[in-house]
């Protein structure tokens, strides 16, 4: 007994040791996780060094297996946006309903003409292969960074496809097992399953958020845990009124608690990623330790064919066809084509089939799991190390993404905005001051006289299809809250603010997601002043080999004496804002502000008392003085 129990412990152990190893490496590497996951599991499992034997934990495998699944899909419902979801919900809907189906009729056919499967074991297998795993979706799309439609869309499959799936697997394998073929009756206990456990998730859902709001007696660490019991609690009970409801009831749960809002989601939302980290992690090396090689092996290439089928032709058909109506282009379409890795859930459910079908006599169980896990390296390795390289090549990366929204309208942003206006591309200001509004009216800038803490107000700004966020008020506080919001509510692709040195801020910043704007302590206030009385000059110049090094020297001497300021930063074509981090290279366009503080009346001589603000070319290293060449952009800085 007391053997048993050690050895327990130590499989638990060694797995948790294994799976954060894998995660770490992975983060290193900057590939999906999920490879290490399943080379570690092998390498620790049956057919390595036996160091993990999932048969030890018998029936409760099955119970971690359902817990943690729970725990993912919970923490991926919370996870979606909601308002990036509105704009390709139709697509998802149709994803989730006839590219289901579709999924299913043509894995099937792959499964039974190129596999050489029984009929049933093929449905079997395509019922297993319909959802695409928010596990490997999620941090797949981190690393890639691609347009905002193209991630909701991704996303949003991912979670809500997999409830879906499982009890579609569910109902298929009854059938294997039962002989029941009605597909009316299959349908109809998949839309009871599904409602029940999305009415169970809505009311659930709603009432945990409601008790998270108004429970302020509570500590945010014990905030985290309620919702961790409440979860795993609807879970229970929509598994004992309808066996396999409870996924959609965790889904929607999540769902739910983000709808209505907590307070410090963000904490949450931090929490629950760790776990479901921890269980993705344990989940695979579990599952991966009883993967046995030579099943795979002994598949033959008509299993290969059967998933290179399933990736370049059943996908590309399904997306296709689901996203017909929408406003996705070619691009968009072709990389959510490219991209749809299998993860934990096709994993778990084929290998709790493997061991029912093997009970209960049936051949085929242990080829199942094969081809599954087969499918689930050949998608991840294949999707996942092409991903970023893809999305670059047919320029659906966030980082394509224009326009800006910048709040507070003072003589700096205005410039900034109308140097934005001058490439085409869409600027809009917000504020909360009426005259400052109405300069930036009077510059021809689109304008919000609203708080920008208002998310309703960012997203008629357009925020969530515009590529950067700008705080710069006068309040450098002020700024890292709005940006924070921003980025929590729309996630735009570059997210900056104005904000003092950290040693004398009490806001700490995430340094990930929110980049200090220009230079560190910019004293704006000063340089308004410098803009108003019109002594500065608006300058560009262009870094080149040879005497890179000696350009930035010259550059960040200028920026330490307080005479300039870069602004803009334009790169392979795209204009950006320039973060005070930002690693200046060779073929950089930098648009800046040098202090010119040349008396008044020298500038009412040669000309308009108050001329435009004229960007010029102005080579800013050079042994001779600095020769001024006009260009074609003439901004006004009032």
């Known amino acids: 007994m007391e053997t048993s129990s050690f050895h327990i412990t130590l499989l638990m152990v060694i797995t948790v040791i294994a799976g954060i190893t894998a995660q770490v490496l992975a983060d290193y590497l900057k590939v999906p996780a999920i ?40 923490e991926g419902g919370l996870s979606l946006d909601l308002r990036a979801l509105g704009q390709v919900s139709g697509s998802i809907r149709n994803l989730v309903t006839f590219g289901t189906l579709i999924t299913l009729m043509g894995a099937g056919m792959a499964a039974h003409w190129l596999g050489e499967f029984p009929w049933p074991i093929a449905f079997l297998y395509a019922s297993l ?23 909701a869309l991704l996303e949003g499959e991912g979670v809500l496809i997999d409830p879906v799936g499982a009890i579609l697997a569910v109902l298929v394998l009854n059938v294997v097992l039962n002989g029941n073929t009605d597909p009316l009756e299959i349908m109809g206990q998949l839309l009871l399953r599904l409602s029940i456990g999305a009415g169970i998730g809505v009311i659930g859902g709603a009432i945990l958020g409601w008790f998270l709001k108004t429970a302020q007696f509570m500590s945010e660490e014990l905030k985290n845990l309620v919702v961790l019991a409440a979860l795993w609690g609807l879970f229970d009970v929509a598994e004992l009124l309808m066996s396999e409801s409870g996924l959609m009831t965790t889904v929607v749960t999540g769902m739910m608690v983000r709808y209505v809002g907590i307070p410090d989601m963000r904490q949450l939302l931090r929490f629950k990623g760790q776990l479901t980290i921890l269980a993705v992690s344990v989940l695979f090396i579990l599952l991966a330790a009883d993967l046995s090689l030579d099943s795979i092996v002994a598949l033959g290439w008509g299993s290969v064919l059967t998933v290179l089928a399933l990736m370049w032709v059943v996908r590309p058909i399904n997306i296709w066809i689901c996203t017909l109506k929408s406003n996705l282009n070619w691009r968009q379409k072709l990389f959510a084509s490219w991209v749809s890795p299998r993860g934990i859930v096709s994993a778990s459910v084929a290998s709790l ?6 009970q209960r006599g049936i051949n085929g169980g242990d080829s199942i799991k094969a081809l599954v896990f087969l499918t689930i390296i050949m998608t991840v390795v294949i999707q996942g190390l092409t991903a970023q390289w893809m999305a670059k090549t047919l320029g659906v990366t966030s980082i394509s993404v224009t326009g800006a929204v910048i709040v507070g309208s003072n003589p700096l942003s205005r410039l900034i905005g109308k140097l934005f206006q001058e490439r085409d591309e869409l600027v809009v200001m917000i504020d909360t001051d009426t005259e400052a509004c109405e300069k930036a009216r009077q510059q021809g800038l689109t304008v919000y006289q609203s708080s920008a803490l208002d998310p309703n107000v960012l997203e008629e700004a357009g925020l969530e299809s515009i590529g950067t966020f700008l705080a710069m008020t006068s309040n450098g506080e002020v700024n890292v809250v709005l940006a924070e919001r921003a980025n929590t509510e729309f996630k735009p692709p570059r997210v900056l603010a104005l904000f003092p040195g950290e040693p004398q801020t009490k806001t700490t ?13 910019l004293p704006l206030k000063q340089w308004n002043s410098y803009l108003e009385d019109r002594e500065v000059k608006l300058g560009e110049t262009v870094l080149r080999e040879p005497g890179l090094e000696f350009q930035r020297a010259h550059l960040q001497a200028l920026i330490r004496s307080g005479e300039l300021i870069p602004l803009l930063l334009e790169r392979n074509g795209n204009l950006q804002v320039i973060p005070a981090s930002e690693s200046w290279q060779a073929g950089d366009q930098i648009i800046y502000l040098l202090h010119d503080p040349k008396p008044q009346l020298l500038k009412r001589l040669s000309g308009s008392e108050k001329p435009d603000l004229t960007l010029e070319k102005h080579p800013v290293v050079e042994e001779v003085p600095l020769v001024i060449e006009p260009q074609k952009y003439k901004v006004s800085a009032g």
Not at 130 to 147: F, M, N, R
Not at 353 to 358: D, E, H, S, V
């Open 509 to 521: 910043v995430n340094r990930e997601k929110i980049q200090q704007a220009f230079i560190p302590d």
């Open 35 to 74: 490879v290490f996951l399943l080379l570690f599991g092998i390498l620790v499992g049956n057919d390595g060094l036996s160091l993990v034997q999932p048969s030890l934990l018998g029936s409760g495998l099955e119970v971690i297996v359902s817990l943690s699944v729970a725990l993912i899909l919970f």
């Open 353 to 358: 089939f493997a061991i029912l079908l093997t």
């Open 129 to 151: 292969v319909v959802v695409t795993g928010p596990t490997v979706i999620g941090p797949l799309l981190k690393q890639v960074s691609v347009d905002r439609q193209v991630s």
